[in-house]
């Protein structure tokens, strides 16, 4: 079983940044696929980016060239970098696990861990 939990969402500017960190607890994430998902209100939950257990990334392609995935497995965390964010990133964010392999690994089915999400707001 893996424990999820999200930090660093919040309220910020068209065109600022925000660091979204997910730090992991009863397995390493060293054999896990790793994700982050986003939800707005009355649309599906969707993927943004994620390291596949290969270790291959991937973007989905709303957020490319904006978004920074990075996985660090010396203190079982993964960071999402969100830089020009616009109001349509607002969002509920979530971190997610998948102990299968999917490549790619961008859609919810992949995952079987997840956490219970944080809040990002991009308003002026």
């Known amino acids: 079983q893996v424990h999820l939990v999200e930090s660093g969402g919040g309220l910020v500017q068209p065109g600022g940044s925000l660091r979204l960190s997910c730090s992991a607890s009863g397995e390493t994430l060293n054999y896990y696929g790793v994700g982050w998902f986003r939800q707005a209100p009355g649309r599906e939950r969707e993927g943004v980016s994620c390291?596949?257990?290969?270790?291959?990334?991937f973007y989905a392609d709303s957020v490319k060239g904006r978004f920074t995935i990075s996985k660090q497995n010396a203190n079982n965390t993964v960071s999402l970098q969100m830089n020009s964010l616009k109001p349509e990133d607002t969002a509920v964010y979530y971190c997610?696990?998948?102990?299968?392999?999917?490549?790619?690994?961008?859609?919810?089915?992949?995952?079987?861990?997840w956490g219970e999400g944080t809040l990002v707001t991009v308003s002026s």
């Open positions: 997610a696990a998948d102990s299968v392999g999917f490549e790619p690994c961008l859609g919810t089915y992949a995952m079987d861990y």
């Open positions: 390291v596949s257990q290969a270790g291959r990334i």
